[in-house]
């Protein structure tokens, strides 16, 4: 699976742009502002986890799908154009 994954992209720019602004709300001792980037900065964290998570689930999905039946063709893949024997 490992495909393109929203939550892990969405969830690293939530993450970046909470650590600027607890820092900004820091160095401008501004606590509301910081709190509030913490708390961003976390919720990025968790999104960005989420995201990880579900690919490994997808890629153990996909693991045992192939164990189970090796002929598993993916109906997103042209099989015309592998060279492959093994499909």
Known sequence: MSDY????TKGKF???GGT????????TDNEDMAA????HETEGKAQGLWGK?????????????DAVDPNNKDPM?????????RY
Do not use: P, Q, S, Y
């Open 20 to 27: 600027v602004e607890k820092n900004l709300g820091e160095m």
């Open 53 to 65: 998570t579900k690919n490994a689930v997808g890629d153990a999905v996909d693991t045992v799908k």
């Open 5 to 8: 994954n929203h939550d892990e």
């Open 14 to 16: 939530k993450e970046v």
């Open 36 to 39: 509030r980037g913490a708390k």
């Open 77 to 85: 893949v042209d099989d015309t154009t592998r060279t492959d024997n």
